[in-house]
């Protein structure tokens, strides 16, 4: 059984910053890609970060030069590193991961930007 959890959120004042954590187990963490999603409130659900097995990282254009993702294969962990945080980067943000099974998710974490 696959279970990723997330953890890292909160509230920060426009500017500041935050990192996300996500903890993965019951898979083959180090062959996954792994990914961070986030849904704000009446919106849909969008792609923000992606790393490869091989930790080749990808942004979504309105996060980059801001955020950062990372990975430790020994901890089974993703992270993202968030910095200049804006309102706009208000939502609940999820971990994925995909693998040769399919795809997972976790249960979310809030992140709340004040203006």
């Known amino acids: 059984q696959v279970q990723l959890v997330e953890s890292g959120g909160g509230l920060v004042q426009a500017g500041g910053s935050l990192r996300l954590s996500c903890a993965a187990s019951?898979?083959?963490?180090?062959?996954?890609?792994m990914g961070w999603f986030r849904q704000a409130p009446g919106k849909q659900r969008e792609w923000v970060a992606r790393?490869?097995?091989?930790?080749?990282?990808v942004y979504t254009d309105s996060v980059k030069g801001r955020f950062h993702i990372s990975r430790d294969n020994t901890k089974n962990t993703v992270y993202l590193q968030m910095d200049s945080l804006k309102p706009e980067d208000t939502a609940v943000y999820y971990c994925?991961?995909?693998?040769?099974?399919?795809?997972?998710w976790g249960q979310g974490t809030q992140v709340t930007v004040s203006s």
């Open positions: 994925q991961e995909s693998g040769p099974r399919g795809d997972y």
């Open positions: 019951g898979s083959i963490f180090r062959i996954n890609t």
């Open positions: 790393i490869t097995a091989s930790g080749m990282t």
